[in-house]
C-alpha cells in the first residue's frame, strides 16, 4: 500500500513562475513532513520539513503547507529557477516510532527558460 | 567527515554471489538507516541503527539482507546469494539522534546484478 502518494510524475515550468508540486498521504500516525530533492547520481538532498503541528514552514523561496484534514502537502517554490530542475521527493514520518521514512514516488520538475 | 560517504559507488556482481555495501555517516550521527530506491519508485525503508542496535529492521526485505553497525558508526549492508531483483540504488542515511530531524543521504550505491 502506497501511503505517500505524488500523483504527478512530472511538472514543466517556465523561469519565474510558481512550483506547485503535491503529496498526498493515508497514515494517520504521520507527524512530521519532508521534501527532498535529487539530482542524477546524487542522493536525496533535504529542503524543508514540516510539523504536523503546523500548516505553514517558508525557507526563502520554499514554502510547504500542511492540510493534516485533507492529508494533503504541497511545496510551493517560487520563483522556480533552472537550477531547481529535479526529482522531488515528499515524506513522511511518525515521531513515535522514531525511525523510518516513506517516501512517495518522486514529481520530475522542469524549469524552462 | 563532512557528508554521508557509501562506498563502492557502483557495484556490479554476478547471481548468486555476495556483496558488501558499506556507509560512513555523519560524525557524531547516532541514526543511521539504509534505504533502498528501485528504478522510478522512492526510496524504501529496510534497516534503522539507533547506536550500535538495530532498531527496527522490519524493511529487510528477507534473510539474505543483513546490516550491522558494530562500534556505532560505519555499517555495512550485507547481503547473501544476490539475485536480478536486487538491482537498484542502495541509500544510507544518518541522523542527528532522535526526534523530527533531517535525515541526510549519501550518494548511493549502484547495485546490478547480472
Known amino acids: 500500500d502506497q501511503q505517500v502518494k505524488q500523483n504527478s510524475p512530472s511538472l514543466s515550468v517556465q523561469e519565474g513562475r510558481i512550483s506547485i508540486l503535491n503529496c498526498d498521504y493515508t497514515?494517520?500516525?504521520?507527524?512530521?513532513f519532508l521534501w527532498y530533492k535529487k539530482y542524477p547520481a546524487e542522493g536525496p538532498t533535504f529542503l524543508i520539513s514540516i510539523s504536523s503541528i503546523k500548516d505553514k514552514n517558508e525557507d526563502g523561496r520554499f514554502t510547504v503547507f500542511l492540510n493534516k484534514s485533507a492529508k494533503h502537502l504541497s511545496l510551493h517554490i517560487v520563483p522556480s529557477q533552472p537550477g531547481d530542475s529535479a526529482v522531488y521527493f515528499c515524506a513522511a514520518g511518525d515521531t513515535g516510532t522514531a525511525s523510518k521514512l516513506t517516501f512517495g514516488t518522486g514529481t520530475r520538475l522542469q524549469v524552462t527558460l | 567527515g563532512a557528508g554521508v560517504s557509501q562506498t563502492p559507488s557502483n557495484k556490479v556482481t554476478e547471481k548468486g554471489k555476495y556483496v558488501e555495501l558499506r556507509c560512513d555517516p555523519i560524525s557524531g550521527h547516532t541514526a543511521l538507516y539504509w534505504y533502498r530506491q528501485s528504478l522510478g519508485q522512492g526510496p524504501e525503508f529496510l534497516i534503522y541503527f539507533q547506536g550500535t542496535g538495530a532498531a527496527d529492521d522490519s524493511g529487510l526485505p528477507n534473510d539474505r539482507f543483513f546490516a550491522v553497525r558494530p562500534e556505532g558508526s560505519v555499517s555495512t549492508l550485507k547481503i547473501q546469494r544476490t539475485e536480478r531483483g536486487d538491482s537498484a540504488v542502495y541509500l544510507c542515511?544518518?541522523?542527528?539522534?532522535?526526534?523530527?530531524?533531517?535525515?541526510?543521504f549519501g550518494q548511493g550505491t549502484r547495485l546490478t546484478v547480472v
Open positions: 497514515n494517520s500516525m504521520f507527524d512530521y
Open positions: 542515511a544518518s541522523r542527528k539522534g532522535r526526534g523530527n530531524t533531517e535525515a541526510f
